[in-house]
């Protein structure tokens, strides 16, 4: 036949170019072809809470900036609320609203991984800060001074002196300055006397240091005040230590949240607030951790995209795999659908949302916008408006599903995002032109068929194995093409056909 | 002895004796033969008509076109002159949007059924039209008025109201199989077979009905009228197949199904051409297009300057009963 041995060319060549990258992947560079290890993820919430005092609120909170680059989600949960991020020097959650009523709680939550906690040291650009010396007078300022002279002689860096301050501070009877420090900033503050005392002995003798807090890691559900730290500015980097135990290593399980000087929490128009945290670990498949990023760009596409593009890579690579489908439906079995493309979208739209959630969604859009239509239908208006007025419709009800879903609560465990209801608002309008054009029996037979289609794309896309091949082989999508040519010259029967054909067979039996 | 009923035909047996699927036909036929440049030809009823004209093949006398709203009025002159009169989207497929006036009451319109049809009705039909609802892709469109074709009596009786029409596959400029499709109760006046309509075989080389086959399976009376459907003739048979092959030449496709309307008075007229033609013609005639397809490919590459005379006797010779 005609292009036949053309076909089988490109087939071969697609197939050896897919194949052979991804033999070269695993066996020479080691990328695991099953999603097995599993990597752990930590989910850290920040709560804020407070009263409005009844002016306008700005509430500001210091982000862990140094997980920038780490960060797989994060989420600010707000109601009613303006939400916006400062990425700056430092990295803040700023909420701001005009008034509110009662006690108010703001959420921050990320989700990073576990190994992108455990760091302790900050590089630094740029110079040292400068130090300003503390005003202290008469016998405090004596003691002080006492207690440097003393720290020097005993230390060998910004580091041991810092460390030995605390550890003297915390034990008074070793000598009798340290009782008329601790007295002093303990009327100064009862809660944060030790960090006060010890920045300004670090400051009477040049060292920088400023207070950082952190957040311990425990699995089990449960509330926690932020913990006090403390960093100093060694040679090159900032470091932080724990200075209630000011000798020993940075304690496992605990994590910083935020430093650099900035205070963890300004809250404008509000009093009693405070901030709390809460942390659970997540298991996940260890699919980014396992690979390198310094491989050439095409060997690992999804390593070089910056976090933000990444689910929209996830789902590029998985639509060649929903028109697989689609096209296997269509030629082999011969169910009809609304367009090739469009089963694939409504289950891209699936994933996005939880797939009972999506059907009530779209089978509620669909009736609405029919009852509409034949409403419509009796003003007797020109077709674009008749339609037009329908996607009008189809969007309000979007926004009532988006109000409802925000007030019972879905707001933060599901964030229905724009694309997915474009593709139901769109679905929706093509349905009801279809209804006008072929009458209902056509219409529902192929929105049935699209449903069908679309679920069977959604359930193979939702596999953690395909989308693992598919991430991190998006070469395996060469192997789909020559799959979807090689269907192409399927010319025999279609599943229903055979039903149609079935009594012609007895006829001529 | 079955229990069950019988869901699926073995594909080997369909394959046996040559019935072919969408897939065979569009890779085998469509695609190969029909080069996609002259699908304007078939897809507007305009064009098709244009071509017809000038290859002096009969059609529905054209009135008119609309192309704007504001047409009502030549609407109205034309029903007044002609007192019946068919509206119809130019680009509209499987006979939607097609709008029958017989006649006029007072002001208004009265349609094949009998019904009466407003002034505001009659616009916003129109406007449907126009507005492209039943245009492939939903494209701008604009409307026909066309004579109304009374249907012959002989076949008129065979329908259960509506006008029963022809539909000839002809490949490569050989006719391959004939049927004629009419109107059921449960087709609602329409002959389109997956309503409900019945498509009834018709033997090439007589021009006689040898089959007849309906959703539910072959059939020897229609089911509303039991009017008996085997061995009827259908008239002016002579011409219809010259007439198929001419048409089917005007349109530069090698896979083409050809509908004519079978007029009282002027014989068969040409209504439209179909570059995708269906399947059920197989149904109707208990028989596979691929043995005649098969033969027919050998045959014109043998004789590639066979003269249309030629070829419609080797049809009707090879493919009669």
Known sequence: MKGGRLLFAYVFLLVLAGGGLVAWKVIWLGYPIIPSETRDEWLLEAKVSFQPTGEPITVSLALPKYLEERVLSSEAASVGYGFLREQGEEWRAVWTARERPGTQRLYFRLRVPEKALAVRKFSSRGDKPAVVEPALTGMTAEAAKSLVEHLVAHSADEGSFVRHACALLLREEDRPETGVLRRYYEKRSAELWLEAAVLDLAALNGVSARVAYGLRLEEEPGVQAPVRLIEYRDDSEWVVFDPSMPEEVFPEGVAVWSRGGGSLLVVEGGENSSVTFATTRVQVAADVAALSANHPIFVSLFDSLPLSERSVFRYIVLIPIGVLIVVIFRNFIGIVTLGTFMPVLLALAFLEIPIILALVMFGTMLAVALVFRFMLSRLHLLVVPRVAACVVVVSLLMLVFSAVGHRVGFATSLQITLFPLIILAWTVERMSLLWDEEGAWVAIKQIMGSVVVAWVAFVVMRLNVVQHILTFFPEVLLIVLAVIMLLGRYAGYRLFELMRFRRVEEDLA | ?321
């Open chain 2, 1 to 321: 002895m079955r229990f069950f009923p019988k869901l699926f035909a073995s594909p080997a047996a369909l394959r046996r004796v040559g019935i072919i699927g969408i897939n065979q036909r569009n890779a085998e036929f469509v695609l190969p033969e029909n080069p996609r440049k002259f699908y304007d030809r078939v897809d507007s009823k305009l064009t098709t008509k244009k071509l017809a004209l000038a290859a002096s093949i009969p059609t529905p006398t054209l009135y008119g076109v609309i192309r704007r709203q504001s047409a009502r009025k030549m609407v109205r002159e034309l029903a007044l002159e002609h007192g019946s009169l068919v509206i119809k989207p130019n680009r509209g497929s499987g006979g939607k949007g097609i709008l029958v006036l017989t006649g006029m009451v007072g002001d208004n319109y009265r349609k094949a059924s009998g019904v009466e049809l407003g002034e505001d009705e009659l616009r916003w039909h129109i406007s449907n039209i126009l507005g492209g609802l039943f245009s492939l892709g939903g494209h701008r469109d604009f409307a026909l008025v066309e004579e109304c074709v009374y249907p012959d009596p002989i076949l008129a009786d065979l329908s259960f109201q509506g006008s029963p029409d022809l539909r000839i596959i002809v490949f490569r400029g050989y006719p391959v199989m004939a049927m004629l499709r009419v109107a059921t109760r449960k087709s609602d006046g329409r002959a389109n077979l997956h309503q409900g309509a019945l498509g009834l075989g018709i033997d090439l080389a007589t021009g006689l009905i040898h089959h007849a086959y309906a959703s539910g399976g072959s059939v020897t009376e229609h089911p509303d009228t039991g009017a008996p459907l085997l061995g009827k003739a259908i008239p002016h048979w002579e011409v219809v197949l010259p007439l198929a092959v001419k048409a089917a030449g005007t349109t530069g496709l090698n896979y083409v199904g050809v509908d004519l309307m079978m007029d009282a008075k002027r014989g068969p007229l040409l209504l439209e051409t179909n570059a995708r033609p269906g399947l059920t013609i197989q149904m109707a005639n208990g028989a596979g297009l691929y043995p005649r397809l098969k033969k027919l490919r050998e045959r014109q590459e043998e004789y590639p300057e066979e003269e249309a005379e030629e070829r419609i006797a080797f049809s009707m010779e090879q493919f009669g009963k």
